[in-house]
């Protein structure tokens, strides 16, 4: 009798949680995003992964995978441009492969020689380097690049490829890195150091590559607000398609607008509210 009072209570906590609306799933990360608020459910994908990005012994930064799909939805971080050195050796999430193994990401060399795992097992739920092989006017885009880091550990941890997806290399090597480069510098000029919150994502398109297995996304956006001397917030935003070469800069909330249509799943919210919209 007692304990399925006690399995009664422990059911009833759990749906309660399950209604709240304060629970995080980035129970281990939710500092990287604005007042701890991750974007609202309207992106989420039909097979979710919520990965709080661990490396050398740290979190660096927030991810949002579609399993399903085999990229990114979004990756959260904190913009620190600074000193380091890039490296580039990529690596997986162990725990998509499954939840006993380490909660670190690691290369597929080391993976396979210390668990045994075989690449197929690695690439069940997720993209691999041999599906980024042989690509033609596709190459490796971070959502969260390196150069927007200031050490090496925390410039390393964005060589996950669940931080990546396939980008037109024009694009990644063109527009998109002005953008990263010299829009982000010139837009941030005014935040305090250390509070500028970045959230970079895309829109899933109707192509893949590697057989089907990972898609291209039809579009990469990039979204950040940050706190300014005086205790005003600012934010702006950018898309493209994954194709264009221009980029379009545009406010939070237009930003959010048109993704409410791209994806199509309910009113989005990126930010927290006290973010401009306008
Ligand atoms: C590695 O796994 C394979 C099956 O996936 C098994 O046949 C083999 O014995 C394992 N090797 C070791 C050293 O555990
Ligand atoms: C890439 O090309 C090589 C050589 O043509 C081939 O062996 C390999 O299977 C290809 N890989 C993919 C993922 O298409
Ligand atoms: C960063 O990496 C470079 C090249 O591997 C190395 O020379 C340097 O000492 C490293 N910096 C730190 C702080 O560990
Ligand atoms: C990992 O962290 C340790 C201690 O925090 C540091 O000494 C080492 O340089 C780091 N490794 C890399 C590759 O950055
Ligand atoms: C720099 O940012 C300011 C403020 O947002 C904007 O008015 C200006 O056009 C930007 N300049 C460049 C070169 O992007
Ligand atoms: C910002 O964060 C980085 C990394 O955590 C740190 O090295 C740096 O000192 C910080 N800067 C300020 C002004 O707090
Ligand atoms: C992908 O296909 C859907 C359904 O046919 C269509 O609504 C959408 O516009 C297409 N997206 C792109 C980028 O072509
Ligand atoms: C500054 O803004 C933060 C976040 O919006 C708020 O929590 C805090 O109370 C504000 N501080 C002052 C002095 O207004
Ligand atoms: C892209 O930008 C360039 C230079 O800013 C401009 O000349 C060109 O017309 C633009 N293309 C489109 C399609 O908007």
């Known amino acids: 009798m007692m304990l399925w009072l006690l399995l009664l209570q422990v059911w009833a906590s759990c749906l309660w949680l399950g209604h709240s609306e304060v629970v995080n ?9 604005y007042e701890n608020t991750p974007p609202n459910n309207a992106l989420l994908p039909q097979n979710p992964a919520w990965i709080c990005q661990r ?6 930064y927030a991810t949002l995978y579609d399993i399903n ?4 939805v979004y990756s959260a971080y904190i913009y620190q441009p600074g000193p380091g050195t890039r490296r580039d050796e990529w690596m997986v999430e162990p725990q998509l492969i499954r939840n006993n193994l380490p909660k670190e990401m690691e290369t597929e060399k080391t993976l396979s020689k210390n668990y045994n795992i075989t690449s197929q097992q690695i690439g069940q739920n997720q993209a691999v380097n041999a599906d980024y092989k042989n690509l033609t006017g596709l190459n490796r ?3 969260n690049p390196n150069s927007h880091h200031n050490s090496n550990s925390s410039k390393y941890a964005t060589f996950t490829l669940t931080n990546i997806v396939p980008q037109n290399s024009n694009l990644n090597g063109g527009a998109w890195n002005d953008y ?4 982000m510098a010139n837009e941030s000029k005014g ?7 970045v959230i970079v994502g895309v829109v899933p398109g109707n192509t893949s590559i590697a057989n089907g297995r990972v898609n291209v996304p039809s579009h ?32 939070l909330g237009k930003l959010e607008d048109q993704l409410t249509n791209l994806y199509g799943k ?10 401009p919209r306008t």
């Open 25 to 33: 799933p980035f129970a281990s990360c939710p500092q990287y995003f």
């Open 55 to 60: 490396y050398n012994n740290s979190y660096y």
């Open 69 to 72: 799909r085999r990229i990114p």
């Open 141 to 143: 885009g971070h959502l």
């Open 180 to 183: 990263e480069q010299n829009t």
């Open 191 to 197: 935040c305090i150091s250390n509070t500028t919150y």
């Open 220 to 251: 990469i956006w990039s979204s950040a607000c940050c706190r300014m001397t005086s205790n005003k917030t600012k934010a702006w935003a950018a898309i493209v398609e994954n194709k264009a070469k221009n980029i379009t800069l545009l406010t």
């Open 266 to 275: 309910g009113k989005v919210s990126l930010f927290h509210s006290a973010c």
